[in-house]
């Protein structure tokens, strides 16, 4: 398989309504998309960071730098036997995982479509309809978010993730645990605490929630580990893990029971599916978190999620819920049941709306082999 270009967008999208974090708020949002040409095929990735470093240190900025003066340079022109050669050729980049999932999974729908089968199936998927849940933006107050709860929980959805922060979380969960007794409901605080709030994560306890996702700082795993061992609600990691040696560590020291996998936050497809494979095999059930990606980072995860590890439902939801138009076709539909049933055509099994692309890009660059960069 031969890299014979590599080209990067930023596109502008708006998302249907803002969403609020414990970090911040966003609505317009900047993503880069990558495109790689090998052997005739076009295959696309995208580059999940945020607008601010604020989720982690990544953003669009750092991850077009990177990507254009590290990544593309690097890799066009080389001949690779598959996708999963990529992270060997980019270990001497430290961090910066986003943006070079970007390009990986560019290069893995590529593989795919020269394969001729679908992405799921090279990745070794066996899932072949995925559970999906939401993941709820903090609101004003308790009420507009349990209606907001109940409106999801009519699409079928089949987990509520909600996302709380100092001042904003035992009251908005107890009104929505009231409201629905029987629900799988979750919290995620972004790393909104710190081991002082002990005694107030512990009366989250008493709401029987599948998880409590990220309470503690962004970087420590090790403060995970006393908080797991004060609560009964199982810890779920997501900013702390970057890779499997990561997610082996805070299995051993118990400082979660539960991990969620974000494709860029992991470096791409290759990290992610030996990190479900790890966590399987020390009964460490996984899913797939969300990024507000556009519909080719969802195709990605819907991929992704069809790996035997993923136990749990996703954030992986309807086009729909975030955008008026996406940039694929068909838009990521979910069923009744919440589920999504993953495409069977060759490659990510969503033709990417090269028109409406077009006209969201705001910059560009191309790098072709056997050519200098512009
Ligand atoms: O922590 O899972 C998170 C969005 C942006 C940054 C971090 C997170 C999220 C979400 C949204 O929870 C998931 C989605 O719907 O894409
Ligand atoms: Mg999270």
Redesign the pocket.
Known sequence: MKIESIELREIHMRLKSPFETSFGTVQDRRIVLVEVVANGARGWGEVTCGETPSYNAETTDTAWQILSDFVAPNLVGRTLSAASELPALLSHIRGHEMAKSGVENALWDAESQIKGLPLYKLLGGTIEEIACGVSLGIRENPASLVKRVSEELQSGYQRIKLKIKPGKDYEFVSAVRKEFPQIRLSV?A?SAYTLEDVALLKRLDEFDLLMM??PLNWDDIYAHSKLQAQIKTAICL??CIHNTRHALTAIELKACRII?IKLGRVSGHTEARLMQDACRSHGIPVWC?GMLESGIGRAHNIAMSTLAGFSLPGDVSASERYWNDDIISPVVEVTPKGTIKVPNTPGLGYAVNRDLVEKLTVRRNIWIAGRAAK
Request: aromatic share 0%.
């Open positions: 995620d972004n996702e990220q997501d900013e969620n978190g």
